[in-house]
């Protein structure tokens, strides 16, 4: 309780600028807005278009737009991680802190101070910004429980924890977990990893986690029939049941994200005359970098296996260090027909909804995991960094997923990964069975009365407390 009894329900909701975080947590914000919550979304101005789709399907939620606070080691203008290089990714989580103090004096003078935060978990230092406001801080995570638990017996053991010097397959025990999971070193966490190597960004980060772990709750893009195990390991080492899993999320009513138009009735049309379940479609997110010899590797098996697909190449940004691989010399020419090769943001959920798409090619970032789960599609993985390796583990374990490569640096070989793609859209692995399975549980979970939806509104009612 605020301590003011009210029934005032204002919450500021501030997610991280990259599109894997600020896309689930834009939906939980306007699913709280139906809900009867007053939302303020806190941005930077560079960031400020991603909420154009939001705010004109719920005009009642406000914006609060503070300067980027410059950092010097990111370049000026850039407010984003898309636009950023995976070592940009701590001086970004480091820069955003200097919102402290201008957050603050925003919630001193404005007439109507938010009463509830639920900020991105790489914000933990919200947590003193909210203790300093006197309102509950709920940290928002939009990766899975799995995850998290592990992330947290890292940082909280940081000192006794795998030493960086000790190889990349040193396995590291996780015995307090559900299952008591080992993962070799190079699967955890690229963000300690690059401590645990010494950044100086460390013990802000370490912080940081500290901090989310004393906040008054969680809230997950996940939903309790594939990580219950993990969501009540959670409670009980927090100590209360403030834990909620509202997964997955997606925009209330359409479910479509903002795309780009011309791309999308191209891709919708192309599928159209697809038969059902024979498209494999290839997406590595917003972050991932494919080599040009993992893309050459790719390429090859796509063309190997003769199924249908649709492959989203992500454009290199400007300035980035590393030249993504392009489609092969000749490669759309040979595949016409059967393959369609997109640049740029895809329709991803339209395309996974489509019924033509039968498998997904993912880095297992967590909201593919949670579009491709919601597609009820077969999930071939490849894990590239951070939580992705967790990820894979969990589909894998709900049999769901095949592993089809595995890290940033790997080169598939392209007959063995021909052969897994022709097999996935050829209604031949028992995982597709799977797939449709967990597919009814994620709906029912967000259904009237199912698991996420009592948790959203038990989320409400706190929030209303
Ligand atoms: P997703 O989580 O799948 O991948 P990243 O963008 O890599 O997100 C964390 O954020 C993950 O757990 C991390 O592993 C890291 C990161 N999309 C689209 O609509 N069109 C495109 O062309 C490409 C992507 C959408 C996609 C999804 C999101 C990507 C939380 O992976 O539908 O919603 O962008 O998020």
């Known amino acids: 309780d605020k301590g003011d009894g009210g029934l005032a329900a204002h919450a500021l909701v501030f997610p991280f600028p990259s599109q894997g975080h600020m896309i689930p947590l834009l939906d939980l914000a306007h699913h709280l807005s139906l809900q009867g919550v007053s939302v303020t979304v806190l941005v930077t101005p560079g960031n400020l278009p991603i909420l154009r789709r939001l705010l004109s399907r719920a005009p009642a939620i406000k914006t609060l737009v503070l300067p980027f606070p410059p950092h010097p080691s990111l370049p000026a203008g850039v407010e984003n991680s898309k636009d950023l290089t995976a070592d940009q990714f701590l001086p970004l989580m480091h820069a955003l802190s200097f919102l402290h103090e201008p957050f603050l004096r925003w919630a001193r003078t404005t007439p109507s101070p938010p009463d509830f935060i639920v900020s991105d978990f790489f914000l933990g230092w919200t947590q003193r910004t909210a203790a300093e406001l006197g309102v509950p801080r709920v940290a928002f995570c939009p990766s899975g429980a799995l995850f998290l638990s592990v992330v947290h017996d890292l940082w909280r053991e940081m000192p006794q924890r795998g030493d960086a010097a000790a190889g990349e397959d040193f396995p590291v025990e996780f015995p307090s977990l559900p299952g008591s999971p080992v993962f070799p070193w190079r699967h955890l966490s690229s963000l300690y990893r690059r401590c645990r190597e010494g950044n100086p960004l460390c013990e802000f980060v370490r912080e940081g986690f500290l901090q989310n772990i004393s906040s008054w709750g969680y809230v997950f893009n996940t939903f309790m029939d594939l990580e219950a195990p993990y969501l009540d390991h959670l409670r009980a080492e927090l100590g209360h049941r403030r834990v909620w899993a509202v997964g997955p999320l997606a925009p209330p009513g359409d479910g479509d994200r903002d795309g780009d138009s011309v791309l999308s009735a191209g891709a919708m049309a192309w599928l159209d005359a697809c038969p059902a379940g024979t498209v494999v479609y290839v997406c590595f997110g917003s972050q991932a970098e494919l080599n040009p010899a993992q893309t050459a590797a790719l390429a090859a098996a796509l063309e190997r296996s003769g199924s249908r697909f649709v492959w989203c190449l992500r454009v290199t940004p400007a300035g980035s260090a590393v030249a993504y691989g392009g489609a092969p010399e000749g490669f759309e020419e040979r595949t ?89 859209v050829g209604g031949r692995r028992s995982e597709a069975a799977e797939s449709v399975r967990l597919r009814k549980k994620a709906l029912q979970a967000v259904a009237e009365g199912g698991s996420s939806s009592d948790d959203l509104r038990d989320l409400v009612t706190a929030i209303f407390q």
């Open 336 to 424: 016409a027909g059967r393959g369609l090769v997109i640049r740029g943001w895809a329709p991803q959920v339209a395309i996974l909804a489509h019924p033509a798409v039968g498998a997904f090619l993912t880095h297992c970032g967590w909201n593919s995991a949670m579009e491709g789960i919601t597609a009820g599609v077969v999930l071939l993985t490849w894990p590239m960094s951070a939580d992705q390796f967790a990820t894979a583990r969990l589909l894998v374990e709900a049999g769901v997923a095949v592993g089809a490569c595995e890290g940033p640096d790997s080169v598939p070989d392209p007959d063995e990964l021909a052969r897994v793609i022709a097999e996935s």
